[in-house]
């Protein structure tokens, strides 16, 4: 639909803004899975809190604009529990070895022309689309 | 003054997901699926996130960050295993489930018990990786 790739792309500009503001206003890269991820493995305990507040900010505004416009959260996500849990197993481990993910070397990566952002999107990107390939159209499992 | 600019980034990031409609999987999975019904909705997400921090690169020339400290060092261009095999991990779990960690996280407000399920593994994941990451370092495994 025309209407989708619009709000794509605004959305797309809020959240470059948000990682521009966490950029020039702290000097931290903007990467979901390093703040997170920090705060699980201890690398971050000097940045707590910080990272708290961030994820506060993550979690909430969506809640906040879900109540005020009332719209209805459709996430299409799969109903079959080792699917999910298996997905997340492997986006847990994935990113945290890999030192990023779609927000860090996606997003900030790209964006100052970093060679480990540029592969490691292009890796996950064809592993993404070998895995739906192989999953939904072979398997028939998704 | 941290702890504003890390909520308003944090805010900003869980509202450009929920303008943009990555909090729906079908969108992501639809992006990724080239041989079904293609969506290309998330190239345009990502071209429109990449733009305004090409120009916050840009800023960060001979400047300080605003609540002090200093602006991250330039990235490393080697590209060891553990970007490769990472990569290739979370791309698969992506095209499975439809969520990346930013939307998994924003997720516990929306997603439901499947979101929360998906997070707690994801979290789980994120545990065991320091480990996983020093074994696809260790020499005895070297190709």
Request: proline residues 4%; contains cysteine; glycine residues 18%.
């Amino acid at each position: 639909m025309e209407q989708d790739w619009i709000m794509g792309l605004i959305g797309g500009v809020l959240i470059g803004l948000g990682a521009a503001v966490y950029l020039l206003g702290n000097g931290r890269v903007m990467g979901a899975s390093g703040i997170i991820g920090g705060l699980i493995d201890g690398s971050g305990r000097n940045t707590g809190k910080e990272r708290l507040v961030f994820l506060a900010g993550l979690v909430g505004m969506p809640a906040l604009l879900y109540v005020m416009t009332g719209a209805q959260a459709t996430t299409h996500l799969t109903g079959n529990w080792a699917v999910i849990i298996a997905a997340g197993l492997l986006v847990g481990i994935g990113t945290r070895v890999a030192n990023g993910c779609t927000s860090g070397h996606g997003v900030c990566g790209i964006s100052r022309f970093s060679l480990r952002g540029i592969v490691a999107t292009l890796i996950y990107l064809a592993a993404g689309g070998l895995s739906l390939l192989l999953m939904r159209h072979v398997a028939g499992v998704i | 003054m941290r702890y504003l600019i890390a909520l308003i980034a944090g805010s900003l990031f869980g509202a450009g997901l929920f303008v943009s409609g990555m909090t729906d999987t079908t969108k992501v999975q639809g992006w990724l699926d080239v041989f079904g019904a293609w969506d290309p909705t998330l190239a345009f997400v990502m071209g429109g996130a990449i733009l305004p921090m090409m120009v916050a690169w840009r800023l960060t020339a001979n400047r300080a960050p605003l609540a002090g400290g200093q602006f991250p060092e330039a990235p490393g261009t080697q590209i060891d295993r553990k970007l490769v095999m990472g990569s290739v991990a979370f791309g698969a779990g992506w095209g499975l489930a439809g969520l990346c960690p930013g939307p998994a996280i924003a997720s516990l407000s929306y997603g439901g018990a499947g979101g929360l399920v998906f997070l707690a593994a994801m979290l789980l994941g994120m545990g065991a990786a320091p480990r996983m990451g020093r074994y696809l370092d260790s020499p005895a495994h070297a190709a």
